[in-house]
């Protein structure tokens, strides 16, 4: 669209158009971002989890086959 143009709706034609925020526009407020940090705390918990296993299992595995 042009500088100069004037946008029409898709639908009618019609010039007469209200403005609205379109679905994927996004407010950050204290509250999205607390529940962001915390599902992203939760995740990141839960790798370390799968990952302080795997190096315990990895630690089992090297003791027993080189002694300990």
């Given at each position: 669209?042009?500088?100069?143009?004037?946008?029409?709706?898709?639908?009618?034609?019609?010039?007469?158009?209200?403005?609205?925020?379109?679905?994927?526009?996004a407010?950050?407020t204290?509250?999205?971002?607390?529940?962001?940090?915390?599902?992203?705390?939760?995740?990141?918990?839960?790798?370390?989890?799968?990952?302080?296993?795997?190096?315990?299992?990895?630690?089992r595995?090297?003791?027993?086959?080189?002694?300990?």
């Amino acid at each position: 669209m042009l500088p100069n143009e004037k946008p029409k709706c898709p639908g009618c034609g019609s010039g007469k158009l209200e403005r609205l925020f379109s679905g994927g526009a996004a407010v950050s407020t204290s509250r999205t971002r607390a529940r962001t940090t915390a599902v992203a705390r939760s995740k990141a918990g839960a790798v370390k989890k799968e990952k302080d296993h795997a190096h315990a299992e990895y630690m089992r595995n090297h003791i027993k086959d080189h002694g300990g």
